[in-house]
C-alpha cells in the first residue's frame, strides 16, 4: 500500500509560479514511477509530468513543455513539481499518482497508475 499526499497548491496570477510537493509511504519509492496528473471541471484528467525511478527519464505534457519541471528526493520519497509561468490554462486540481511497476519507463496513461493522491487545487487568476 502506498499512501500519497499532496500540498502546495493555491491561488496565483498569470506568470506566477508555484511548487507542489507529493509525500509518499512506502520503502520502495526509489523505484516506483511517479506522475502529476491534473483534471479541470468538465474535462478529462490530463498527463502533466513523470519520472521513472531512477531518475533516468522525464517527461512532460505538451501544454506545459518548458514550463513545468518535475523532481524527486528519494532520501525524502517526495515529487515535486515546479510551475512557473503560469496560465489561467493550468487552472486545475492536481494529482500526484505511483506506478510501482514500473520504474524505468513512464506512460501518460492515468489507467497504468497503481495510486493516487487526495489531489490539491491550482488556481491561475488573469
Known amino acids: 500500500q502506498v499512501r500519497l499526499v499532496e500540498s502546495g497548491g493555491g491561488l496565483v496570477q498569470t506568470g506566477g509560479s508555484l511548487r507542489l510537493s507529493c509525500a509518499a509511504s512506502?520503502?520502495?519509492?526509489?523505484?516506483?514511477?511517479m506522475a502529476w496528473f491534473r483534471q479541470a471541471p468538465g474535462k478529462e484528467r490530463e498527463f502533466v509530468a513523470a519520472m521513472t525511478g531512477r531518475g533516468s527519464e522525464k517527461g512532460y505534457g505538451d501544454s506545459v513543455k518548458g514550463r513545468f519541471t518535475i523532481s524527486r528526493d528519494s532520501a525524502k520519497n517526495t515529487v515535486d513539481l515546479q510551475m512557473n509561468n503560469m496560465e489561467p490554462e493550468d487552472t486545475a486540481v492536481y494529482y500526484c499518482?505511483?506506478?510501482?511497476?514500473?520504474?524505468?519507463?513512464?506512460?501518460?496513461?492515468?489507467?497504468?497508475?497503481?495510486?493516487w493522491g487526495q489531489g490539491t487545487q491550482v488556481t491561475v487568476s488573469s
Open positions: 499518482a505511483a506506478d510501482v511497476e514500473a520504474s524505468s519507463y513512464y506512460t501518460m496513461r492515468a489507467v497504468s497508475y497503481d495510486y
Open positions: 512506502g520503502r520502495s519509492f526509489s523505484t516506483y514511477t
